[in-house]
């Protein structure tokens, strides 16, 4: 079961940080990612991050604004979101895969219920 937390209502050029906090049978070998939604808009891949926390993937929107981390004690997967615009506003989803490394939202079989993030101009 996966737990997303942290969204709310910002304004253009705030920051946010979303968690997602991992229970039940869980493992440090999956790829954890987040994706969002726009309302009219197709879910879309946003960051990934390795088991191991090793490696990240961006998609080429949020490069140098959004940070993915992980803390495998906790089970808990962070999105860090710096400098942010009305257009990253969606709902955010975390999710498990194992593929590693993986930006398809079909390689994911773990989804948790999604958090609002709404970016005000």
């Known amino acids: 079961q996966l737990v997303e937390s942290g969204g709310g209502l910002v304004q253009a050029g705030g920051s946010l940080r979303l968690s997602c906090a991992a229970s039940?049978?869980?493992?440090?070998?999956?790829?954890m990612g987040w994706f969002r939604q726009a309302p009219g808009k197709e879910r879309e891949f946003v960051a990934a991050?390795?088991?191991?926390?090793?490696?990240?993937y961006y998609t080429d929107s949020v490069k140098g604004r959004f940070t993915i981390s992980r803390d495998n004690v906790k089970s808990t997967v962070y999105l860090q979101m710096n400098s942010l615009k009305p257009e990253d506003t969606a709902v955010y989803y975390c999710?498990?895969?194992?593929?590693?490394?993986?930006?398809?939202?079909?390689?994911?079989?773990?989804w948790g219920q999604g958090t609002q993030v709404t970016v005000s101009s």
């Open positions: 999710a498990a895969s194992s593929l590693y490394g993986s930006r398809w939202s079909h390689e994911y079989h773990s």
């Open positions: 039940g049978r869980t493992s440090s070998h999956y790829t």
């Open positions: 991050i390795s088991g191991s926390g090793g490696n990240t």
